[in-house]
């Protein structure tokens, strides 16, 4: 069994910071790549941001200059530094990870940045 727990999220004055984690544990034999998932209300899935195993990052041109991934391999846990929030952040952010080939999701933890 795999379980992703994430932490973090809250609420935020446009222009605030927030910071996720998300911690895989569980029997985790190949952690690869990571990364962060959001729907806001109404929205479409959107994919935010991606860590691969040796730490190369890839970002959605919405974040970009703005939201910063990281992991610490040794922990098994990402980060998501989340700068400069403003209302159209407001969303569920969903961590994931592929172990081996199969994905596992968080549960999913909120981020409100209020105008």
């Known amino acids: 069994q795999v379980q992703l727990v994430e932490s973090g999220g809250g609420l935020v004055q446009a222009g605030g910071s927030l910071r996720l984690s998300c911690t895989a544990s569980?029997?985790?034999?190949?952690?690869?790549?990571m990364g962060w998932y959001r729907q806001g209300p109404g929205k479409q899935r959107e994919l935010v941001a991606t860590?691969?195993?040796?730490?190369?990052?890839n970002y959605a041109d919405s974040v970009k200059g703005r939201f910063t991934i990281s992991r610490d391999n040794a922990k098994n846990t990402i980060y998501l530094q989340m700068n400069r929030l403003q209302p159209e952040d407001t969303a569920v952010y969903y961590c994931?990870?592929?172990?081996?080939?199969?994905?596992?999701w968080g549960q999913g933890t909120q981020v409100t940045a209020s105008s």
């Open positions: 860590i691969s195993s040796g730490g190369i990052a």
């Open positions: 569980g029997t985790i034999f190949s952690l690869n790549g």
């Open positions: 994931f990870a592929y172990i081996g080939i199969t994905r596992y």
